[in-house]
C-alpha cells in the first residue's frame, strides 16, 4: 500500500455509520433543579429500573404500521401474527445479549425481562455508572424525590437496542379514570352548602325524563329560557343501541373480542354485568365469552395516598366498562386485563399482554393522564414504550380507544370549577396517551333521545355548566352557571399532525395551539370521534365490588370509549369478523358521510340561549338537590359544523357500520 492511499470499503458497508453514544434526553426530570438539590442519593441505595427495548427495526415497524392501516397499500389489511412481529421487529438474541452484559458489566442484576424490557436492580453507584449520571435527593412538593442530576448516556454498545429507561426519577402516577358517578360528583360539591327546603311544586324524590323535553318542570325559578323540563333518566345500553343504530344494523359484536384495560379489578365483575344485563332486558354473558386477566397478589399503590386511589376507587370504572362494551356488543367476547397499578409501566405491562398474545380486536381505555403537569411531564421515554405498543397493535389488527378527559381544555381555569379535572395541570393541553398519533381518541356528547326506546333525536357537545337551587328556592346560583364538566380535546404542542388528518382538519385548528400560539407546523387535532358520554345525560351503571349491589348514572369520556369499542366490535362483525385494526385512517376516510353525524352546538331561540334542564336529585342527607344544567358549554372548546376540537369528525350511525359490510 503507497503511503497516504485509502482504500474504500464496499458501499453497504460505508453507509454505516459507526456506533456512538446517545443522550436520553428528558430522562432528568425538570423538577430536578439546582435550587431543590438536596445531595446525592447515598451510593448504597438500591433501586430497580426499566429499560425498553428498541427492537430490531423500530422505523419499519412504524412504517408497516401506517401501510396495514391505510387503504390503498400493498399491505392494507395484511395483519402479522404476534410471531411474525417478534421476528422481524422484536429484539434480537444478540441486542438482548448486548443489554445484559452492559448491565450487568456495570454491576446491576437482571431482575426481570419481557419481549418489550430488561428490568435492572442494584446500587445508586451502580445506576450512576451504567446510566453515566448521578443520583440526587430533591424537595419537590414538600417530599424528598430522587432523579438523575443530568440526562442519562447510553454507551455506544447498547445506544441502538434501547428505547428508553424510566425509573431513574421518583415521577407520581399520572393516569386516572374519565368517569364519575353523579351522586358522587355532587357529594364533592354539597360539603358546607346550606340545605335548601324543599319548596312545593319541585319534587323532592328523584325525577327525571324518559326522553328529551318529556316532563316540564313547574315551580322552579326562571333559568335560561321560560320553560324547562327535568333532565333525561340515565341511558340503559338498550336506548344507546336504538340511538346509534347498532339495533337497526342488526349487529351484535358476533366474531369480535374487546379487551378492556384498567388498574386492578373488581371482585363481582362477571356477576354485577350479568345481573345488570338481565335487568335490562339484555342477555348475560355466555359461558366463556367473559374472561379475566388480574393478579390481585401482584397489586401495588392500593393505599389511599399512593397516588392511584385504590382498588376500590377504580372499581366503578370497571363496571362501567365492562357493562358498555357488553351493552353495545352483546355477542363479543370480552376480556378484562388488570393493571397491577396506575403506574405507565403497570398500564403499558398490560396493554404488551393483549398484543404479546393478541386477546382482543379493539382494545377499550377509560384512562388517561397530562403531557405536562407540575409533578413533572411525560418523559421521551415512556411516550416511545407506548407507540411501539400501539404500533406493534396496528401491525397486529388491534385498534386502542382511549377517552378524551373531562376538563374541556385541561386548563387551571378549567379545573378550578370542573369536577373531574387534574388540579396538578400546568396550562391548556391534550392528555396523553389520548393524544397519541397511534390511537383513536374518543371525545364525549350529551344526546337526547326522542322516546322511551332511544330514537335518536339530537347531540350538542359534552360540556355544562351548573348552578345550584338557592336555600330560599327562588334562583339558581351562581347563574349562569359555572363549568362543570366537559369533554376533553385540543390542538397537541407534542405530537406532529398525523397523514391521515391532513386532508380534514382544518388548519386554524391543527396550527393554533390550546395556549393560544401559532404552530409552524401542523399539529394532532383530537378527539377522532365522539359519542355520548356528558355527566347530566348519564349512563346506568350497575356494582357491588363487596358492597350490596346498586344502580346509579355514571358520566364521562370513559362512557364514551367503551361505547365506541362496542361499536366497533359490530363493525368487525359487518366485515364477517376482519379486524379493523387502526381505526383511525378508515374514520378520517368516512368523514363528511352518512356514516357520521355532525355535532354541533345547539343553543335556544333568537336569543341563542343554552340548551337547558333541571336535574332533581330529590332530598339527599336531609338536602334537596336540585340543579340546572345548561348543555353544549364545553370549556376551550366547541362542537362547529365539519370536524372541530370537541367531537372530532362527529358521532358513529348505522351507516357507519354499515359501510364496512
Given at each position: 500500500?503507497?503511503?497516504?492511499?485509502?482504500?474504500?470499503?464496499?458501499?453497504?458497508?460505508?453507509?454505516?455509520?459507526?456506533?456512538?453514544?446517545?443522550?436520553?434526553?428528558?430522562?432528568?426530570?425538570?423538577?430536578?433543579?439546582?435550587?431543590?438539590?438536596?445531595?446525592?442519593?447515598p451510593s448504597s441505595q438500591q433501586l430497580t429500573a426499566r429499560v425498553y427495548l428498541a427492537g430490531q427495526d423500530?422505523?419499519?415497524?412504524?412504517?408497516?404500521?401506517?401501510?396495514?392501516?391505510?387503504?390503498?397499500?400493498?399491505?392494507?389489511?395484511?395483519?402479522?401474527?404476534?410471531?411474525?412481529?417478534?421476528?422481524?421487529?422484536?429484539?434480537?438474541?444478540?441486542?438482548?445479549?448486548?443489554v445484559h452484559a452492559w448491565a450487568t458489566g456495570a454491576g446491576l442484576q437482571i431482575a426481570g425481562s419481557s419481549?418489550?424490557?430488561?428490568?435492572?436492580?442494584?446500587?445508586?453507584?451502580?445506576?450512576?455508572?451504567?446510566?453515566?449520571?448521578?443520583?440526587?435527593?430533591?424537595?419537590?412538593?414538600?417530599?424528598?424525590?430522587?432523579?438523575?442530576?443530568?440526562?442519562?448516556?447510553?454507551?455506544?454498545?447498547?445506544?441502538?437496542?434501547?428505547?428508553?429507561?424510566?425509573?431513574?426519577?421518583?415521577?407520581?402516577?399520572?393516569?386516572?379514570?374519565?368517569?364519575?358517578?353523579?351522586?358522587?360528583?355532587?357529594?364533592?360539591?354539597?360539603?358546607?352548602?346550606?340545605?335548601?327546603?324543599?319548596?312545593?311544586?319541585?319534587?323532592?324524590?328523584?325525577?327525571?325524563?324518559?326522553?328529551?323535553?318529556?316532563?316540564?318542570?313547574?315551580?322552579?325559578?326562571?333559568?335560561?329560557?321560560?320553560?324547562?323540563?327535568?333532565?333525561?333518566?340515565?341511558?340503559?345500553?338498550?336506548?344507546?343501541?336504538?340511538?346509534?343504530?347498532?339495533?337497526?344494523?342488526?349487529?351484535?359484536?358476533?366474531?369480535?373480542?374487546?379487551?378492556?384495560?384498567?388498574?386492578?379489578?373488581?371482585?363481582?365483575?362477571?356477576?354485577?354485568?350479568?345481573?345488570?344485563?338481565?335487568?335490562?332486558?339484555?342477555?348475560?354473558?355466555?359461558?366463556?365469552?367473559?374472561?379475566?386477566?388480574?393478579?390481585?397478589?401482584?397489586?401495588?399503590?392500593?393505599?389511599?395516598?399512593?397516588?392511584?386511589?385504590?382498588?376500590?376507587?377504580?372499581?366503578?370504572?370497571?363496571?362501567?366498562?365492562?357493562?358498555?362494551?357488553?351493552?353495545?356488543?352483546?355477542?363479543?367476547?370480552v376480556v378484562y386485563v388488570g393493571a397491577n397499578s396506575c403506574s405507565d409501566q403497570d398500564l403499558l405491562a398490560?396493554?404488551?399482554?393483549?398484543?404479546?398474545?393478541?386477546?382482543?380486536?379493539?382494545?377499550?381505555?377509560?384512562?388517561?393522564?397530562?403531557?405536562?403537569?407540575?409533578?413533572?411531564?411525560?418523559?421521551?421515554?415512556?411516550?416511545?414504550?407506548?407507540?411501539?405498543?400501539?404500533?406493534?397493535?396496528?401491525?397486529?389488527?388491534?385498534?386502542?380507544?382511549?377517552?378524551?378527559?373531562?376538563?374541556?381544555?385541561?386548563?387551571?381555569?378549567?379545573?378550578?370549577?370542573?369536577?373531574?379535572?387534574?388540579?396538578?395541570?400546568?396550562?391548556?393541553?391534550?392528555?396523553?396517551?389520548?393524544?397519541?398519533?397511534?390511537?383513536?381518541?374518543?371525545?364525549?356528547?350529551?344526546?337526547?333521545?326522542?322516546?322511551?326506546?332511544?330514537?335518536?333525536?339530537?347531540?350538542?357537545?359534552?360540556?355544562?355548566?351548573?348552578?345550584?337551587?338557592?336555600?330560599?328556592?327562588?334562583?339558581?346560583?351562581?347563574?349562569?352557571?359555572?363549568?362543570?364538566?366537559?369533554?376533553?380535546?385540543?390542538?397537541?404542542?407534542?405530537?406532529?399532525?398525523?397523514?391521515?388528518?391532513?386532508?380534514?382538519?382544518?388548519?386554524?385548528?391543527?396550527?393554533?395551539?390550546?395556549?393560544?400560539?401559532?404552530?409552524?407546523?401542523?399539529?394532532?387535532?383530537?378527539?377522532?370521534?365522539?359519542?355520548?358520554?356528558?355527566?347530566?345525560?348519564?349512563?346506568?351503571?350497575?356494582?357491588?365490588?363487596?358492597?350490596?349491589?346498586?344502580?346509579?348514572?355514571?358520566?364521562?369520556?370513559?362512557?364514551?370509549?367503551?361505547?365506541?369499542?362496542?361499536?366497533?366490535?359490530?363493525?368487525?362483525?359487518?366485515?364477517?369478523?376482519?379486524?379493523?385494526?387502526?381505526?383511525?385512517?378508515?374514520?378520517?376516510?368516512?368523514?363528511?358521510?352518512?356514516?357520521?353525524?355532525?355535532?354541533?352546538?345547539?343553543?335556544?331561540?333568537?336569543?341563542?340561549?343554552?340548551?337547558?334542564?333541571?336535574?332533581?336529585?330529590?332530598?339527599?342527607?336531609?338536602?334537596?338537590?336540585?340543579?340546572?344544567?345548561?348543555?353544549?358549554?364545553?370549556?376551550?372548546?366547541?362542537?362547529?359544523?365539519?370536524?372541530?376540537?370537541?367531537?372530532?369528525?362527529?358521532?358513529?350511525?348505522?351507516?357507519?357500520?354499515?359501510?364496512?359490510?
Amino acid at each position: 500500500m503507497v503511503a497516504g492511499a485509502m482504500v474504500l470499503a464496499p458501499s453497504s458497508q460505508a453507509a454505516v455509520p459507526a456506533p456512538s453514544a446517545r443522550t436520553l434526553v428528558g430522562t432528568s426530570p425538570q423538577w430536578a433543579a439546582a435550587s431543590a438539590d438536596k445531595g446525592a442519593t447515598p451510593s448504597s441505595q438500591q433501586l430497580t429500573a426499566r429499560v425498553y427495548l428498541a427492537g430490531q427495526d423500530p422505523a419499519g415497524l412504524a412504517a408497516y404500521a401506517k401501510a396495514v392501516s391505510t387503504a390503498g397499500t400493498a399491505q392494507y389489511d395484511r395483519f402479522l401474527t404476534p410471531a411474525q412481529v417478534q421476528q422481524r421487529f422484536g429484539a434480537t438474541p444478540a441486542q438482548i445479549a448486548a443489554v445484559h452484559a452492559w448491565a450487568t458489566g456495570a454491576g446491576l442484576q437482571i431482575a426481570g425481562s419481557s419481549a418489550h424490557y430488561v428490568d435492572v436492580h442494584g446500587t445508586a453507584a451502580a445506576v450512576n455508572r451504567a446510566f453515566g449520571t448521578h443520583l440526587h435527593e430533591y424537595a419537590v412538593q414538600g417530599e424528598l424525590r430522587q432523579a438523575p442530576s443530568s440526562d442519562a448516556v447510553l454507551p455506544a454498545s447498547v445506544a441502538s437496542a434501547i428505547l428508553g429507561v424510566t425509573g431513574l426519577s421518583q415521577n407520581a402516577p399520572r393516569n386516572r379514570p374519565q368517569s364519575i358517578s353523579v351522586n358522587a360528583s355532587e357529594a364533592q360539591l354539597a360539603t358546607g352548602t346550606a340545605k335548601p327546603k324543599p319548596k312545593p311544586g319541585l319534587p323532592t324524590v328523584a325525577t327525571c325524563s324518559d326522553y328529551w323535553g318529556q316532563k316540564t318542570v313547574s315551580g322552579a325559578p326562571k333559568g335560561y329560557t321560560a320553560k324547562t323540563s327535568f333532565d333525561q333518566c340515565s341511558f340503559t345500553p338498550a336506548q344507546l343501541r336504538k340511538a346509534y343504530g347498532v339495533t337497526a344494523s342488526g349487529l351484535t359484536g358476533k366474531g369480535a373480542r374487546v379487551a378492556i384495560v384498567d388498574a386492578y379489578g373488581s371482585s363481582t365483575m362477571l356477576a354485577d354485568a350479568n345481573r345488570f344485563a338481565t335487568a335490562h332486558g339484555d342477555r348475560a354473558f355466555r359461558k366463556g365469552q367473559y374472561t379475566e386477566v388480574v393478579d390481585p397478589a401482584a397489586w401495588t399503590r392500593t393505599g389511599p395516598k399512593d397516588g392511584c386511589g385504590g382498588a376500590a376507587g377504580w372499581a366503578g370504572e370497571e363496571s362501567l366498562d365492562v357493562e358498555m362494551v357488553h351493552g353495545m356488543a352483546p355477542d363479543a367476547d370480552v376480556v378484562y386485563v388488570g393493571a397491577n397499578s396506575c403506574s405507565d409501566q403497570d398500564l403499558l405491562a398490560a396493554l404488551s399482554t393483549i398484543v404479546d398474545k393478541h386477546l382482543a380486536d379493539v382494545v377499550s381505555n377509560s384512562w388517561s393522564g397530562l403531557m405536562h403537569s407540575t409533578s413533572g411531564d411525560e418523559t421521551p421515554a415512556q411516550v416511545a414504550a407506548y407507540e411501539q405498543i400501539f404500533q406493534q397493535g396496528a401491525v397486529e389488527g388491534i385498534g386502542f380507544d382511549f377517552s378524551s378527559g373531562d376538563c374541556g381544555d385541561e386548563s387551571p381555569a378549567a379545573a378550578a370549577t370542573g369536577t373531574n379535572c387534574d388540579p396538578t395541570s400546568t396550562r391548556a393541553q391534550t392528555g396523553f396517551p389520548s393524544s397519541d398519533t397511534w390511537v383513536t381518541d374518543v371525545g364525549g356528547t350529551a344526546l337526547a333521545v326522542r322516546n322511551k326506546a332511544g330514537a335518536y333525536g339530537f347531540e350538542t357537545d359534552m360540556g355544562t355548566q351548573r348552578s345550584v337551587l338557592s336555600a330560599d328556592g327562588k334562583s339558581w346560583t351562581p347563574f349562569p352557571g359555572t363549568f362543570y364538566f366537559g369533554g376533553g380535546g385540543g390542538t397537541s404542542e407534542d405530537f406532529a399532525q398525523p397523514w391521515y388528518q391532513g386532508t380534514v382538519v382544518p388548519s386554524t385548528l391543527s396550527h393554533t395551539l390550546m395556549t393560544g400560539a401559532t404552530s409552524k407546523t401542523a399539529q394532532r387535532v383530537t378527539p377522532d370521534v365522539a359519542m355520548n358520554g356528558d355527566l347530566y345525560t348519564s349512563v346506568l351503571v350497575g356494582m357491588s365490588d363487596g358492597a350490596p349491589y346498586s344502580e346509579g348514572g355514571y358520566g364521562g369520556t370513559s362512557v364514551s370509549a367503551p361505547e365506541f369499542s362496542g361499536v366497533q366490535a359490530d363493525a368487525i362483525q359487518a366485515r364477517h369478523g376482519r379486524p379493523i385494526g387502526f381505526a383511525n385512517p378508515a374514520l378520517y376516510e368516512r368523514f363528511g358521510s352518512k356514516s357520521f353525524t355532525d355535532v354541533v352546538n345547539h343553543t335556544l331561540g333568537k336569543g341563542k340561549q343554552p340548551l337547558n334542564a333541571v336535574a332533581d336529585l330529590g332530598v339527599v342527607s336531609g338536602s334537596l338537590r336540585i340543579r340546572l344544567v345548561a348543555f353544549g358549554r364545553d370549556y376551550g372548546l366547541a362542537a362547529t359544523k365539519g370536524f372541530d376540537n370537541a367531537t372530532g369528525v362527529g358521532s358513529p350511525t348505522e351507516a357507519y357500520l354499515n359501510s364496512f359490510r
